[in-house]
RNA sequence: GGGAGAUUAGCUCAGUUGGUAGAGCAACUCGUUUACACCGAGAAGGUCACAGGUUCGAGUCCUGUAUCUCCCACCA
């Protein structure tokens, strides 16, 4: 045995080694599969759901970088290729705003004043630069990441793939161009999709009243404003109160505004709600668009881009903003005595997720992806939304927790096609261009004069959708894409499964016919002690670079493992990681005291009964931690390891055998077992806290052998 | 309106196919002779939300109820 080195003679200090650490596993080259020593069948890979380029570590990140960096290690030392691919992803609205916002806050300028190409060129400078930190935060960590393979949304491969794989779509009729009732972000100025709204509570005031007093039946709305847009009036078909004026249409003026009314009879009029009857703006509520599909309606626009009133014959109207219209046209039901009640209701008013403005409902021409539409896959006839349903219920896919199997067939079921323009800049711009009215779609530039490339870019989660092969190297039949996808595990938070997993499952199988990844495992929210949110405003939120300072990583990263299943939110104060900066602790000194112990020691020697019992033990606990891991149940592993290590290694174990050591009673096979159990808690320790137990397989590795990382874990 | 999850010790949560209720933290007692800016030993603490059912046996499976949380949805 070795000296006890001056290391050990001190209590374990993370900061002085992790670095140190790091470097070391990054430059021997194994992060890399390619680089592994040994025969290697079998591939695992996991893609790395990228995080925002312009952001920094939050716990969100800190919990899946410790799971999949767990599974990944434990998969490389079991013997796989293992393989995780690191990138980041442009966040192209999120990006863009954040730039638009500091530039005018700095030089009073916006995106126009600056022009397409300029503000391009300045989001992608700050990107470039801000990409550094989110990266060196992954590496803080401990994540061992394959940095060859780094890709990021936006870089020239992956545009190659966006293009190519919108060119695939519109040639089979999959992507068109139509005009359609959209959600309009006044705000952001752009579409959004329907998984980009979030509804928000809101009071607002019902009003009761009649367009004239040449018109039958009165009509509840919270939008009086959008009346001028009204094309009919809805009632239920079974509703005696109306039956007979149902088919009768109507001349009238309406705030100075010449409107002609039909009734018509439609089920997705509530009975019971107002009057029983609908105001039917078509061209401003999705509801309502889809009852002049029905009914063969006009859809006059009456609010365009700005949320300002267009195309009235009452100029007074023209030009208001949406709510000044809206009092506009109260006071004129008043003075005209045509209101006939007020009342205060709550109701969910759709607004972005990014930028916080309200949705307003417009009829534009944009591109979408039809997910109802029957296409030719590879022999058959089926649709996008089936294709996506498939893969799950034919288990190429397993989610877990399997309850958001359930979660994720309802969202394919009710799926609508999918807007996927945008107009923000910063994005893949959409490969199309037009010229006298004609479109050209491919993966490059018409090589003729005179075409004009659509200005539109396209939602962020078009080209996420492609990450797994796209990272890969597809659209080229790289040996990567064959050796490495489909790929095994996707691990990401469960609040991006449609956003994301959906639309991976999309891509992947429409182009490839495989499934992107065979398992989906959702981890949690991170709360705060008291099972809150973490926000600024509650000033709750707990930084992984401030903890991971304080505690040490491996500390960290254990506080987000114990006990945190699939789909549970996870609990985080101090105090559990305080609790595993001591467990580091106690690995620290059990080693020390094992090799001091252990000085003298000389060769393995067989077993006597009671130890070899004790080992077999211990071999028992090994299996099941295993199979823990193997299965994701994560939380239990290291459940497992922690109860073992402190209460049975060091509790019992040490504690019999030290005396037996000293007083030279089977001495030598009390030593062959300390070191045994030592040895080989540190490899199962490895995977979760990997930086203690590289730091201590210095002092217990055998002649020959290598780093930590790639030894063998048996059984 | 629809769906999902949670409810187990004072607190935070485990409990994998049904087989005598577990851990950490906190509190209590004792001890610390050199692995431990701490550690060890011991004791205490639970009608497993409630009510039924299936079973030889239920925290675990089924039905219902209550409370909390989340997701989805076009009652204007």
Known sequence: MKQLPEQLTKPYNPQSVETELYKTWEESGYFNPDNLPGERTESFTIVLPPPNVTGTLHTGSAIM???????????????????????????????????EKEIYKKEGKNRHDLGREEMLKRINEFALESQNTILSQMRSIGASLDWSRLAFT??????????????????DGLIYRGSRIVNWDPKGQTTISDDEIVSEERKAILYTFKYSNDFPIAISTTRPETKVGDTAVAVHPEDERYKDFIGNEYDLEFAGCPIHIKVIADTAVEKDFGTGALGVTPAHSITDWEMADRHSLPRP???????????????????????DAREYIVNWLKENNLLTNEEEITQNVPTAERTGGVIEPLPKLQWFIAVNKSFNHFGNEITLKKLMAAAVSSKAINILPDRFEKVYFHWTENLRDWCISRQIWYGHRIPVWYKEGKIYCDINSPKEEGWEQDEDTLDTWFSSGLWTFSTLGWPDQTKDLKTYHPTDLLETGHDI????????????????????????YLHGLVRDAKGRKMSKSLDNILDPRDLSEKYGTDALRMSLLVGNGPGNDLKLGEDKIKAYKLFANKIWNAARFVLERTQDFEKEVNLIEEDQSVYETWREIHKDITSDVENYRLHLATEKIYDYFWKVFCDEIIETRKTRILDDIDKASAQTLLLKLLREQLIVVHPFMPFITEELWKYVKKDGEGLLMITNWNG
């Open 65 to 99: 970088l410790a799971i999949q960096d767990s599974i990944i290690r434990f998969k490389r030392m079991r013997g796989y290729k293992a393989l995780w691919i690191p990138g980041t992803d442009h966040a192209a609205i999120a990006t863009q705003s954040k730039v």
């Open 154 to 171: 936006l870089d020239e491969k992956r545009n190659l793939a966006v293009r190519t794989m919108f060119k695939k779509m519109y040639d």
């Open 301 to 323: 626009q009456v609010i365009n881009e700005y949320a300002k009133m267009v195309g009235l014959k009452n100029e007074e109207l023209n030009g208001k903003r949406v709510t």
């Open 497 to 520: 499964l449609f956003f994301w997993i959906a639309r991976m499952i999309l891509f992947s199988t429409y182009a490839l016919n495989e499934v992107p990844f065979k398992q989906v």
